[in-house]
């Protein structure tokens, strides 16, 4: 069965926790990384390593680039 | 000595070693006897023929928040917690940035990062690094996550000489506030180094000791049956001013860090120079600076760390540059060498044993070693006398460098 949107969002909430400290429960799926969580680029690497350790998707620079919101990566590992 | 030069004291002080998280405990400990060395248990340990260590007593992941500590190498979070414990301990000065300085080395660096991130980039593959790898190895790290974390401008550096690192952190750091490039310095040294690979280096070195049927007994400088060092890890800092500084913003004084010499011995790589004619240079530089003689100095916390080379070499050379009568202790006898972070706490324990006028004795001497002449301290602490008195702690490294700090009663 598929990981539902729900799943995939606790999980990255969960990442993001770890690597930042931001509550998990602050991150929901219209955040912007800069804007709202304050999340500086390396940390978005990291970020990144991490998910795709949890969920096996690879997740280009080029690409990175443009996760601008929690919404844009839960899309991006969906798809 | 010019009567008008910048005189720099000890306002704080910090460390994490093998036997307490912070001063106090540490202090207490060593007060106390109790060796911080025990036998690991980690998954490399039958590849090596050293089976102990004296491991941080408090882990400074649970010291440090979770995001922090996972972009620090150990090095790096042992150092952060000391410099934090020592910056308070000094009533966090409000000093300008561009007037507080930091000096902070390890011997090694961030050799556990560099080995596992070197594990993940072959079985995984470049981009599974962490992008803080870097930070996390480089041996300026410790040094550099002290001054972004204290806001510190006037210049940060990592002095790296193998075990004497520490040390010439604090004698760089007191020069830094002499030269008038600074008012306010954290120094000391940092390190984390109990890796397969370090205890299998230098074991083939043949510098460790294999007494792996008595772990807590294996430190034993000047004991006849000692067979090498033990290795711990830690960190030990301390917060300098100029004093003019300190008195103006009201700070306590623990003591001043007088003097500081250094030589190299231009010899051998590893081994100590025989005659002792580099550790004595760094000795009478020292005692120069700082404007005492050797009758001032009454306590001498050594670099003895339980080899059978250096141990007496050092006390011979102490007879020499200082005299017989200081009461000279080894704390390595309990805490294991912390290589660069050696001379961070031991300049700490210096200091400690003037403020508190004792000297923790030297544990497991139990067959004193010929052709010693100072008054080791061992069996039982010893008292200093009151007074102005000076303490000393020395520092030698690979390579042949040599440190000599000396520090007065304020």
Known sequence: MAATEQDILESVSKIINEITGIPASEVTPEKSFVDDLDIDSLSMVEIAVAAQDEFGVEIPDDQLKNLKTVKDVLNFIQN | ?410
């Open chain 2, 1 to 410: 000595m010019s009567a008008n030069r910048v005189r720099v004291v000890v306002t704080g002080l910090g460390a994490t070693t093998p036997v307490g998280g912070d001063v106090t405990s540490t202090w207490t400990a060593l007060l106390a006897g109790q060796s911080g060395v025990e036998t690991l248990t980690t998954d490399w340990i039958d590849t090596v023929p050293v089976k102990f260590a004296g491991t941080a007593a408090v882990d400074p992941t649970e010291v440090l928040p979770a995001p922090e500590a996972r972009r620090l190498d150990r090095s790096e979070q042992l150092a952060l917690v000391a410099a934090r414990e020592a910056w308070q301990d000094a009533g966090a000065p409000e000093v300008a940035p561009e007037r507080l300085g930091v000096v902070v080395s390890s011997g090694i660096g961030g050799i556990s990062t560099t080995l596992s991130a070197y594990d993940t980039y072959r079985q995984r593959g470049w981009n599974r690094l962490s992008p803080f790898t870097v930070p996390m190895l480089m041996p300026n790290g410790p040094a550099a996550w002290i001054g972004i974390d204290l806001g510190a401008q006037a210049g940060v550096h990592a002095t790296v000489s193998a075990c004497a690192s520490g040390a010439e952190a604090i004698g760089h750091a007191m020069d830094m506030i002499r030269s008038g490039r600074a008012d306010v310095v954290v120094a000391g040294g940092t390190e984390a180094a109990i890796h397969g690979l370090n205890m299998a280096a230098f074991a083939a070195a043949r510098a460790m000791s294999k007494r792996n049927e008595d772990p807590q007994g294996a430190s034993r400088p000047w004991d006849r049956g000692r067979d090498g060092f033990v290795l711990g890890e830690g960190a030990g800092i301390v917060v300098l001013e100029s004093e003019e500084y300190a008195r103006a913003r009201g700070a306590r004084i623990y003591a001043y860090a007088a003097g500081v010499g250094f030589s190299a011995d231009a010899h051998h790589i590893t081994q100590p120079e025989p005659e002792g004619r580099g550790i004595i240079m760094a000795m009478t530089q020292a005692l120069n600076d700082a404007d005492v003689s050797g009758l001032d100095v009454k306590h001498l916390n050594a670099h003895a760390t339980s080899t059978p080379a250096g141990d007496v070499v050092e006390v011979q050379a102490v007879a020499k540059a200082i005299g017989t009568h200081p009461l000279v202790t080894s704390t390595k006898s309990m805490t294991g060498h912390l290589l660069g972070g050696a001379g961070g706490i031991e300049s700490v324990f210096t200091i400690k044993a003037l403020q508190d006028r004792i000297v923790p004795a030297t544990i497991n001497i139990d067959d004193l070693d010929d052709g010693i002449e100072v008054d080791l301290v061992h069996g039982s602490n010893r008292a200093l006398p009151d007074g102005d008195i000076a303490a000393v702690n020395n520092s030698f490294g690979f390579g042949g460098h040599n440190a000599t700090v000396v520090f007065k009663s304020a």
